[in-house]
């Protein structure tokens, strides 16, 4: 991995933080990882023998700003030598769902919150290298409004990226689009958010192609 040796992979501490896609029933996983991506990247790096202590700390349902909430306690307390963040799904479909309009976040909070979260992980754990994930979800036709307010989070995760992350945002967004439109009779998710296992697949490949994980041996 950039700026990683194999060796060092071994001994490290990564933590992945979000919202339901990197939780994916983390707490009912015996390991904590859960179901989904998350497990996926660990059982890899395990088949090649350097897997480093994973900790899952996703929380479905989570916006950026019940993330910041909780950074002190799952985050800075934590010292990961390897910070992985995914969230924006919700702070967008919220502005969606009568029932939560209240917890949607705009994209000038969103965007001042995250930048927050980052840059106290710079300060207290200089040695931590982040990684960002780009929010994804593959909507239905009915709400494109949903997937045009996203493109707007989608750039502040770049941009952040830019400034905090060990490599470009990882782009989910865009693989789950050209996925569905190269191969449209998969399932990718399993209701226009949550990763289907093909899914969650895809999502762990470009994850470790962008980190360069893939050409670490």
Not at 22 to 37: E, I, V
Not at 137 to 164: D, N, T
Not at 182 to 195: A, C, L
Request: with cysteine.
């Amino acid at each position: 991995m950039k700026n990683f040796t194999t060796d060092q992979v071994r001994q490290q501490r990564w933590l992945f933080i979000g919202d339901s896609i990197t939780d994916y029933q983390c707490r009912d996983d015996p390991q904590g990882w859960g179901y989904g991506y998350v497990r996926m990247i660990r059982q890899w790096l395990a088949g090649r023998r350097m897997a480093p202590e994973v900790l899952n700390r996703g929380i479905s349902g989570d916006t950026v700003r019940r993330m910041a909430a909780r950074w002190q306690e799952d985050v800075i307390e934590l010292k990961p030598d390897l910070l992985s963040v995914k969230v924006g799904v919700n702070d967008v479909g919220y502005h969606f769902n009568p029932d939560r309009v209240s917890d949607a976040v705009g994209l000038d909070e969103f965007r001042a919150s995250y930048e927050q979260c980052l840059s106290r992980v710079k300060e207290e754990l200089p040695e931590c290298r982040i990684v960002i994930c780009e929010p994804c979800g593959i909507f239905p036709p009915r709400a494109p409004e949903i997937s045009e307010m996203l493109k707007g989070y989608i750039q502040v995760a770049r941009e952040l990226a830019e400034r905090y992350a060990i490599c470009p945002a990882v782009p989910l967004h865009a693989a789950f689009v050209d996925a569905m439109a190269e191969k449209p009779e998969i399932d990718w998710t399993v209701d226009g958010v949550h990763p289907s296992p093909v899914g969650d697949a895809l999502i762990a490949e470009h994850w470790m192609r962008g980190t360069g994980m893939l050409g670490l041996r």
